[in-house]
């Protein structure tokens, strides 16, 4: 059996000690997760993340601007995914929550302190960082 090979990308934007989590409605699952998306096939994972994180929070950020903190792979059902973080703390524009059919919000936290609703995975991943792990392995069915 062939598994499909994703490639994904996430954001970790900085500010004041805290990072960014994007508040999704009921209807998408209700977590707290970090801006991002699926890289598409002309994009590489850089470019996805600029285009996505204008489209999710409304801000602009640049290529030289991120740094590469972490890469996940994920087995999820018959999907092998491999999630790039990036983290940064410089853009341009105002925060916002965009795509109000997907998410209700944005919030500020610590990544000592993170809401009840994070994701398993957003957690994983801030774990991972916090232990200086460039690289982790999850497993989803």
């Known amino acids: 059996m062939d598994k499909k090979t994703i490639i994904k990308t996430r954001l970790i934007l900085e500010r004041d000690s805290k ?8 209807s998408n699952g209700g977590k707290f997760t970090l801006v991002g998306g699926t890289v598409e096939k002309h994009e590489y994972t850089k470019t996805t993340l600029i285009r996505e994180t204008f489209e999710e929070i409304g801000i602009r950020i640049q290529s030289e601007n991120l740094q590469l903190i972490h890469v996940l792979h994920k087995k999820k059902g018959k999907e092998n995914r491999i999630t790039v973080y990036f983290k940064t703390s410089k853009w341009q524009g105002k925060i916002k929550a965009m795509e109000t059919y ?15 609703r994070t994701s398993l995975t957003v957690r994983h991943v801030i774990q991972q960082i916090k232990m ?4 982790s392995e999850l497993s989803k069915k």
């Open 132 to 135: 200086g792990n460039l690289y």
């Open 102 to 116: 997907k998410f209700k919000g944005v919030a500020w936290f610590s990544v000592h302190n993170l809401p009840a």
């Open 19 to 26: 990072i960014l989590l994007l508040a999704q409605t009921t």
